[in-house]
């Protein structure tokens, strides 16, 4: 008799096992489920009702700082925000720099010297070292703006800091490149995760990949992490020593593209390219052109041309006095071997992702 109830108590522990681990793990119909939608060349979707850009903006300017000029991603995004400021007929300026926060100072008090109607901080040009020029310029009256710096869920602590912010979903952006190296993988990931403290963007990135980890227990990450200006020399050194060190690593997590550039050399020195494949975001044109040349396997990318017209539409709409735009209605959309060349030969910025956005935003500003 005790060995029967023995043997039912094992039985039971066995079935509550198996159904805990069932409710733990998914299988990869989850993850591909996930990744379907952004398989699609995106729809414009207004972020707000229409007005008349060109009146309302008749004698402002937007002053614009990036975290560095030398980021291909936010060089690109810059374009974007002075082709679509022509558009409209404003004034808009760049301020160039290679990432110190002492410039970013500098070009704080030349926006306020040039009497700038509104700053913009792009993609990580970080306002908790920019206290005092924020507090100046808003004590002026001029609003400071966070662009593309932090993840939706993040809005309220961004405006502590600033006037006002254009988030973009970092969360699901991070959590897709988990998704996408788990298909990849067949749920037997072991990745490598790149990433860059300092501006929020990344913590929501960090975020969204933990989120997902958690729906595959086979799957393990480990971090390298590279500040922004550091890219150039620590980046390939630290993946190559660690590819060396561990050869069960087979995915490399980038969380930003341009960093794609330093990946590649420390994959192929270590000869790995044919175990260790690498996915990342941004849509950056020259990641786009890794991915044609089989050295990048996806890059999650955002029309950069889109975004461009995304912060200036919802920092227009701050300077004439309409309703804030809380989500800028910015898509992604998934690049790999099978639609990269829709880019171009050499991939062109923003090509590749349907022109929707370009009648959209016509029609939004009433330009036409």
Known sequence: MTSRLLLRAALAALVTFAAVAAARADGLDYFEKRLAPFAHKPQFVAPGPAFDARTCMAGKSIFSIPVSSANPFTANIEKAMAAAAKKVGFKF????????????????????????????????????????????????????????????????????????????????????????????????????????TGALSTDSMEAGIASELKHCDHCKTRTINVTVPDWATRITPNVQSALLADPKINYIIAIYDSMAQFVVPAVTLTNSASRVKIDAFNGTPFVLGLIQDGKVQMDLGENLDWIGHAIIDAEMRMLCKLPEVHDPKIPFYIFDSHNAADAGHPPELSKGYGDAYVAGYAKLWELK
């Open 93 to 196: 300026t760049t301020w160039d720099n290679q990432g110190q926060s002492t410039q970013w100072v500098q070009g704080m008090n030349a926006a306020m010297n040039e009497k700038a109607s509104l700053i913009d901080l792009l993609a990580g040009t970080d306002p908790r070292v920019l206290v005092p020029q924020v507090r100046a310029a808003q004590a002026a009256g001029v609003p400071v703006v966070a662009s593309h710096y932090s993840g939706n869920e993040q809005s309220a602590q961004v405006r502590k800091m600033v006037t006002a912010d254009v988030p973009i979903d970092y969360f699901t952006a991070g959590g897709l490149l988990l998704d996408w190296a788990v298909v990849q993988t067949k749920g037997n990931l072991d990745a490598l995760v790149l990433i860059a």
